[in-house]
């Protein structure tokens, strides 16, 4: 399975991107898909994830802001993130894995393909 993480970018506070994450290999509805984000001098957290039906999982940091959703038909999964903050700059990340049970869904350990990552920054 190979991911392709794209849409990062600057933008001012309050403003929104919308972050693409596509997927090939594998067969792509029976992966959940999940979004991280690591900032500088800080771990890997959880943002976002959509399970291998249409349930969707956010961070409560980016709850009301950021939504998640997949389309199958273009084996890609978005993350629309709206209002956002100078404390959401951070390389953005999506993971991938078939056999994630629902309460591992936030857990980074859980995921066993990565994409590359994009960098969003938020400017004050």
């Known amino acids: 399975v190979q991911l392709q993480a794209s849409g990062g970018g600057l933008v001012q506070a309050g403003g929104s991107l919308r972050l693409s994450c596509a997927v090939s290999g594998g067969t792509f509805s029976r992966q959940t898909v999940g979004w991280f984000r690591q900032a500088p001098g800080k771990e890997r957290e959880f943002v976002a994830a959509?399970?291998?039906?249409?349930?969707?999982y956010l961070a409560d940091s980016v709850k009301g802001r950021f939504t998640i959703s997949r389309d199958n038909g273009k084996n890609t999964v978005y993350l629309i993130m709206n209002s956002l903050r100078p404390e959401d700059t951070a390389v953005y990340y999506c993971?991938?894995?078939?056999?994630?049970?629902?309460?591992?869904?936030?857990?980074?350990?859980?995921?066993?393909?990565w994409g590359q990552g994009t960098l969003v920054t938020v400017s004050s």
């Open positions: 993971a991938a894995d078939p056999s994630i049970i629902l309460s591992s869904i936030r857990f980074s350990r859980s995921y066993g393909h």
């Open positions: 959509v399970f291998r039906g249409t349930n969707t």
